[in-house]
């Protein structure tokens, strides 16, 4: 009322000039007072604001969606200064029409509410209220307000003052649909008492009530209410009627009572209401329902109902009750049942589901004059609703209603459990389990602002709530005060209802005081946990142990305050505090991580923070600081570049929408990264700085520096982005890459954005090998790029071809797709095109690729194996992106290929290669470098498996390993079957002009440095090492791996008909025949081999003829070779055994009887004992086993140099096949004398004199006159 009456004050002096003025000051004061978020007020033609008499002509009210409320032609006849007395007298109020298109949109709240509580007060209300005419022409209403478009015409008044009352309502449906009427005029007069009320609604079958109540069929519905007569005995009927019929009638009366002032009252209504519900709630309803009530409100304030009842076919429900005129009960007897002999009832309850009850029952009771005592037993079976299922719930309670000291009194316990808990959502169900109990615990008092529950408790299976609250009243602003304990042992329950795997125990404290109608508030509390998951593993790692979490705030009118945040969990400890307010706020908080390795997985090292906020939500300073230490997120290059100390700082002011960034700056290892500027919704201002002085930092193979500057001036839609980069030595560790990138390189972009348009004016990346420029457009889905891009010489990449590779053309994208134009030319004759369209999802194509190349291009790819040659191609790609949509031709033209692994290679391989419906038909024809040629001929598919139909003929091919065979092969072999694994190789193959040479390899080999480490090592050395299989990580030569593919299956037969010799190590062998090979690659079954034809064995002079000989091949087809050669002297027979792959075979000595080895080489050589033979004689007998030995002669050499006291005994082969066998002996402990003898007759005698640990005298004599001497000092490390 104060704000009516300052309103109405200020407003006189206005008079004069709101009449001079009406639109230009009070429609906009109106306007901007009516309106707000989501709510625009928009007033037209508005005159006579302060006159008795104000008109508009349209105002109408919108929200983001429109306007949803329209009134035409409006008029307000009022008494202004009624409004001093507190009266609201208006003559008249009517619209010409109003239009209300549809319901307005719901309005969220404020996106942050106020930090400041708000003081409460209950509203004033006028003294009278008098409105003479409240009509509208016309209303139309949308057809989503109401479920159907209506038309109606309005027609109210409304008088209220002094006790009594008058209203007029004639509401009339005037459009085309249901007729619809709702006629109202009621009157009461205080002097006589005489109320007067006669209602009548009705609608025709399909109207608005009976659509959206849903009633069946929609019938036409009838309501009326008529009475009139004093209060001293009044009775009004009711009548509820559809389709004519009555379904509940009855009368309401009002009577004097037995005493002066007394009032007797009485309702009966009866009926069968049952055709106004689906017929599916008969059985609840039956065809008799009653709702009847008497008793008596006395004049002192008291009131006893005698008799209150509801009864259905399955519903009981009635009792008396008595309130003393304080309105404390003096008694009450509640009884009610609700079922139908332990059948389930239907309960007609509004829903898309129905609800279920099999029994229940309700006792409610308490007399005063009896006991102070009141109880409640309440029992509910079988319980089915949409989203809760009970078997049983038991609720039992009792308490106490007095009046101790003259203050009425009412307190008492309840206690619930439900057994059979079932919720439809099965993550609430898992969550609560199937059983609960609880209990509640209450007192109130009459002259205490405040209801007490000194009791809530609830508790499950494994978890639980205990705690108390005190509920104020309207005088307190709704205050609350309470504390309360939670507990969960296993939150593991939780998990389905979080959304996330959750684990462990937790217990919290709250406890505080709020105001809910303020929003003040005072809260404190602790949150313990115990092997807490939330199922994310590092957060779960932290929380494995003990953490806890405590806070206190406060919110009253000046503020929210932050007293305590503390976070604590393992290595972490978080804290907050300080405040929030609309004048200025002030927070900060700290982080400190001390061992991020809790976190587990590859984390490690330590990290600290803080930041702070300070000022108004319009103006406030940021700052942020933040220190990593040793930090290492399993990512190699990041952990390399976090290394030690690692910082970030920053600091901005934030203005509204604007955010002005003065600082940020981060820090680690070689990084500098700095960015300052300004962000502004009308215009951004950044500059952002960055340099990286060593790359190396990364790991791996990354090396050289890197600098760039960026700027960014203006918004999305209109700005300009400018990045300058610089790099130095840049490399990434793969050696093409490497090459192309050396000396600097520099990137300079200039990128316009234009209403939706991104336009690259500039890209441009160079260095001295390579340069590449991108310009182009990008509006909405059209894009448009033009590329001019050239390596200036491919011999940095492929040495092969010097000269400048170009790439040129476009690329344009629409809605559509994509329009390529793309051209490459080279050296070397590389002429090559791709032209056509592109789906915009990639899923289709229709591409010309037309051209030459050179297959070395690939040889990156192949690495170790080397391609060299020219290859032609004309396709074209029609359909989805995959292989079977090829169709055209390869040509190769004289292709070379090699493999470090492979003995020979392949040249002048030619043909053709074509492709059509997913298959390649290949022509090839090649020759081996040692001679021959071959061709393959046949098919394959394309895509998995690979179905194979090939054919491979072989014509006088030379197989050559100079170390070990050559071979001439003829016949054919054929690959059928699925390429990807399980295809059959089958065929036959003649072997002519072949000799295996078993290689002198002497007594050792080269071998590997141990423990040899290669640090630093250049890109192009490890690339090296890589080819040559010396990388000691399984890596071969060859190359390849990848998945285990099935094997194929073998069905080859190996023939020689002509001679096969075996030479090398004094053997001479001629050998002949047939080998067969089956079973798969993976496991090879050989059958049959070589078998001798001649052979011998000559060692020193000695012939030996060969008793046995045979060539077989096993699973690495190195042949396996068994030579036998024996002799007899003296009654013993010895033999010499060679065995072993040709490669690398083994040699034995055995006799009849059983001797030394040493002893029976001897005997077999010289035709006596070892003791027996000379110098000489030895000498011959360690070249003999060096002869046929190789490295397997080493342990009988060990026994002949034991046999005649040697220190050392040695025979080596040079270069040119030389032999030479060095005898070596200590004579003294510091002197040593070694004999060397040559295959030619040469001998040196050498003598070693150790005057020193690190001093030596060394001479020298040769039988060739030559001597030398020499003193060395040497030193170990």
């Given amino acids: 009322m104060k704000r009516i009456y300052a309103l109405a004050l200020c407003a006189l002096p206005l008079q004069a000039a709101a009449q001079e003025d009406d639109r230009g000051f009070l429609t906009r004061l109106l306007e901007d007072n009516l309106s707000g978020a989501g709510r625009a007020v928009t007033i037209t033609g508005f005159e006579g604001a302060l006159s008795s008499q104000a008109t508009m002509a349209e105002l109408t009210i919108a929200d983001d969606t429109g306007t949803w409320l ?83 015409r309005l027609d109210a008044a409304v008088s209220l003052s002094g006790g009594e009352g008058q209203a007029r309502l004639d509401l009339t449906r005037t459009d085309a649909g249901p007729s619809g009427v709702v006629d109202l005029t009621a009157g009461f007069v205080n002097e006589s008492g005489v109320l007067s009320l006669d209602l009548r609604a009705a609608e025709d079958a399909g109207g608005i009530v009976t659509t959206l109540l849903g009633l069946p069929g929609a019938p036409p519905v009838e309501l009326a209410v008529q009475g009139e007569g004093p209060l001293t005995d009044y009775t009004a009927n009711i009548r509820l009627a559809s389709d004519g019929a009555d379904r509940l009638a009855g009368t309401a009366k009002v009577a004097s009572g037995t005493a002066p002032g007394d009032t007797r009252f009485a309702l009966d209504l009866r009926g069968d209401p049952a055709p106004l519900f689906l017929p599916e709630y008969a059985a609840f309803f039956g065809s008799d329902v009653a709702l009847t009530a008497q008793g008596e409100r006395r004049a002192d304030g008291a009131l006893e109902v005698s008799q209150f009842g509801v009864t259905t076919r399955a519903l009981r429900l009635g009792g008396d009750l008595a309130l003393a005129s304080d309105g404390l009960p003096q008694r009450f007897d509640v009884k009610g049942n609700l079922g139908l002999d332990g059948q389930r009832v239907l309960l007609p309850i509004a829903g898309d589901k129905p609800t279920y009850v099999s029994q229940a029952n309700l006792n409610l009771a308490f007399d005063a004059v009896k006991a102070d005592r009141w109880t409640i037993d309440l029992g509910v079976t079988g319980l089915d609703a949409p989203e809760l299922g009970l078997g049983q719930l038991g609720v039992t309670g009792g308490g106490s209603i007095a009046r101790p000291d003259g203050k009425p009194l009412a307190e008492g316990t309840i206690d619930f459990a439900a057994t059979g808990v079932a919720a439809a959502d099965q993550a609430l169900a898992r969550a609560i389990g199937d059983t609960l109990k609880g209990r509640l615990g209450f007192r109130w008092q009459e002259g205490q602002d405040a209801l007490a529950l000194p009791l809530l408790q609830v508790e499950g299976a494994d978890f639980g709530f205990d705690g108390a609250l005190d509920i104020g009243g309207l005088q307190s602003a709704l205050a609350l005060k309470g504390q309360g304990a939670v507990r969960a042992d296993d939150l593991a329950r939780f998990s389905d209802l979080a959304g996330r795997s959750l684990g462990g125990k937790v217990q919290a404290q709250l406890s505080g005081d709020a105001a809910l109608l303020t929003g003040a508030f005072d809260l404190a509390g602790r949150i313990q946990g115990e092997g807490l998951k939330v199922g994310i593993a590092e957060v779960d790692n932290l929380l494995a142990g003990s953490s806890a979490i405590t806070i206190n705030i406060k919110r009253d009118q000046t503020g929210t305050r932050l007293n305590t945040l503390d976070v604590t969990a393992a290595s972490l400890k978080a804290t907050a505090k300080g405040s929030l307010a609309t004048t200025g706020s002030d927070l900060t908080a700290d982080l400190s991580f001390g061992d991020l390795s809790v976190l587990g997985g590859p984390y490690r090292g330590s990290l600290a923070g803080q930041a702070r906020v300070t000022g108004t939500s319009q103006d406030a300073v940021v700052t942020f600081d933040a220190r990593g230490n040793g930090l290492a997120v399993g990512i190699a290059e990041a952990d390399s570049l976090l290394r030690g100390a690692s910082t970030i700082t920053a600091k901005a002011r934030v203005r509204g929408q604007t955010v002005d960034l003065e600082q940020l700056t981060v820090n680690a290892a070689t990084l500098d990264l700095s960015a300052q500027g300004k962000i ?123 000269g400048a590779l170009t790439i040129k053309g476009t690329a344009v994208e629409d809605a559509r797709g994509y329009d390529l134009n793309l051209a490459a030319r080279g050296p070397g004759g590389i002429d090559s095109t791709v032209r056509g369209r592109m789906a915009s999802d990639f899923s289709t194509a229709d591409l010309g690729i037309a051209g030459r190349a050179q297959a070395a291009l690939a040889n990156p790819f192949v690495d170790p194996t080397t391609v060299t040659g020219g290859v032609r191609y004309d396709l074209r790609l029609v359909g989805p992106l995959a292989p079977a949509s090829l169709r055209g031709t390869v040509t190769l033209d004289g292709l070379r290929i090699a493999n470090p692994s492979a003995p020979n290679s392949v040249e002048g391989l030619g043909g053709t290669i074509t492709l059509s419906g997913g298959t390649a038909r290949i022509d090839l024809r090649g020759r081996s470098n040692a001679g021959g040629d071959f061709s393959i001929a046949g098919s394959t598919g394309i895509e998995a498996p690979f179905q194979g139909n090939i054919d491979v003929s072989l014509r006088q091919l030379i197989l050559r390993d100079p170390n070990l065979f050559t071979t001439r092969l003829n016949g054919g072999v054929s690959v059928r079957g699925p390429l990807a694994g399980g295809a059959m190789i089958a065929g036959n193959i003649t072997l002519s002009e072949t000799e295996l040479q078993i290689p002198s390899t002497g007594f050792g080999g080269a071998a590997g440095l141990p423990g040899l480490e290669h640090r630093a090592e250049p890109a192009d050395v490890l690339a090296t090492r890589k080819r040559a299989g010396l990388l000691g990580d399984g890596s071969k030569a060859s190359g390849g791996g990848g998945s285990k593919m099935r094997p194929y299956g073998l069905d080859l037969t190996v023939s020689a008909p002509q001679r096969i010799f075996v030479r090398g190590r004094g053997l001479d062998l001629e050998m002949g025949g047939e080998l067969r090979v089956g079973g798969t690659t993976e496991r090879i079954v050989p059958s049959g081999g070589f078998e001798l034809v001649r052979g011998r064995l000559d060692i020193l002079g000695k012939r030996l003829t060969i008793s046995e000989a045979t060539i077989r091949v096993e699973g690495d087809f190195d042949p396996y070779l068994q030579v036998v050669a024996s002799n007899e002297s003296d009654g013993i027979t010895s033999s010499v055994q060679i065995e072993g792959p040709v490669s690398e075979p083994d040699v034995s000595f055995v006799s009849s009887p059983e001797l030394p080895q040493e002893e029976v080489l001897a005997r077999l050589l010289f035709g006596r004992d070892l003791s027996s033979l000379s110098a000489f004689q030895a000498m011959q007998l360690a070249s003999a086993v060096a002869t046929l030995a190789g490295r397997g002669g080493a342990g009988i050499v060990g026994n002949l140099r034991k046999g005649f006291g040697l220190d050392d005994l040695d025979v080596s082969t040079n270069a040119q096949g030389e032999t030479t066998v060095t005898a070596g002996k200590y004579i003294s402990k510091n002197t040593y004398t070694e004999v060397e003898i040559g295959q030619g007759g040469q001998a040196e005698i050498h003598l070693n004199l150790d005057v020193t640990d690190s001093i030596t005298v060394r001479g020298t004599v040769g039988n060739d006159g030559d001597t030398s001497i020499g003193i060395f000092k040497q030193k170990d490390y």
């Fill in 70 to 152: 329209t009134l035409r032609d409006v008029v307000l006849d009022w008494n202004r200064a009624a409004l001093l007395r507190g009266n609201v007298s208006v003559n008249t109020l009517s619209a010409a029409e109003i239009v209300l298109d549809r319901i307005p949109q719901s309005q969220a709240g404020p996106e942050l509410p106020s930090p400041e509580a708000k003081p409460f007060a209950l509203p004033e209300l006028p003294v009278s209220i008098n409105i003479g005419q409240l009509s509208a022409q016309k209303i139309t209403l949308g057809e989503s307000v109401l479920g159907q478009p209506v038309e109606a």
């Fill in 680 to 802: 502004d919704p009308a215009g951004h201002d950044l500059r952002a700085r960055m340099g990286f002085s060593d790359l190396r930092t990364l790991g791996g193979g990354y090396r050289g520096s890197l600098t760039a500057d960026a700027t960014f001036r203006g918004t999305p839609q209109d700005g300009a982005l400018t990045l300058r980069a610089n790099g130095r030595g840049l490399a990434i560790g793969q050696p093409e890459a490497d090459r192309l990138l050396a000396g600097e390189t520099r990137l300079a972009a200039d990128v316009a954005l234009q209403g939706g348009q991104v336009k690259v004016n500039t890209a441009n990346l160079s260095n001295p090998q390579m340069r590449a420029d991108l310009r182009g457009t990008i509006e909405g889905a059209n894009r448009r790029l033009t590329v001019d891009a050239a390596i200036n010489n491919l011999a940095t990449v492929l040495p092969q071809f010097p």
